[in-house]
């Protein structure tokens, strides 16, 4: 079956302008994650979503980022006013639910550059 | 702040030889370790994982180990092949949601 898609692959942004990322979930999986992997570097988590609630918000950069899940399925990650440091690989992963023995799956993730 | 770290950031090793790949947390709490694989230009993707209360989990060539009393978390992958190239993580699973990955480990398998 299809695996967690990204779109776009790759985004090129000026600086100040916001952005969308979106994530599409295997389909049934009800947990929903986004990491932010900076270059040669892990990963590191930014939100999940059980359903289309976020219990917890804390792993986001600033208040210039926000995501959020409609219809328990696609998830959609804003970035505004944009930031070179903002510049990194977003990855977005699903899960059939919550917990530690629910295998994360993971998306090919999008390239943003910010110029 | 705690975290999970790998001992080398980059590994070469020959065809037909056996990869051991080294990771060190600081989260004595952590009860949940995972090791991934991640290619260039692709979201990571799961190998092996281990729960606390075991010491080693064998997979399909491959192979961890959990040292609890050093926190130290190893990888070993058996006949390494060119495939096997790729970048290595660990993570420590902190709650029932949220990993904490290391910075990965670049392994390099010479033909």
């Known amino acids: 079956g299809a695996g967690v898609s990204q779109s776009p692959s790759n985004k090129v942004t000026e600086k100040g302008k916001d952005v969308e990322l979106r994530c599409d979930p295997i389909s049934g999986h009800t947990a929903l994650y986004w990491y932010r992997q900076s270059l040669g570097q892990g990963l590191e988590f930014l939100i999940y979503?059980?359903?289309?609630?976020?219990?917890?918000k804390s792993g986001l950069p600033s208040d210039r980022f926000s995501a959020e899940r409609t219809g328990g399925s696609v998830s959609t990650l804003t970035i505004q006013r944009t930031q070179q440091e903002d510049s990194a690989v977003y990855l977005c992963?699903?899960?059939?639910?919550?917990?530690?023995?629910?295998?994360?799956?993971f998306g090919p993730g999008t390239r943003l550059t910010v110029l | 702040g705690e975290s999970v770290g790998l001992h080398l950031p980059t590994l070469s090793v020959q065809e037909g030889d056996n990869s051991i790949i080294n990771c060190a947390y600081s989260n004595s709490a952590s009860d949940y370790f995972i090791w991934y694989k991640q290619e260039s230009g692709k979201g990571p993707q799961f190998i092996i994982d281990i729960r606390s209360n075991m010491d080693k989990r064998q997979g399909q060539r491959v192979t961890v180990l959990l040292n609890k009393t050093v926190k130290h978390l190893s990888l070993q992958i058996a006949a390494t092949q060119p495939g096997d190239s790729a970048v290595y993580f660990c993570?420590?699973?902190?709650?029932?949601?949220?990993?904490?990955f290391g910075a990965g480990t670049t392994v390099t398998v010479r033909a």
């Open positions: 992963a699903s899960s059939l639910a919550v917990g530690q023995h629910n295998e994360q799956f």
């Open positions: 979503f059980q359903g289309n609630s976020a219990p917890d």
């Open positions: 993570a420590e699973s902190l709650n029932d949601y949220k990993l904490s």
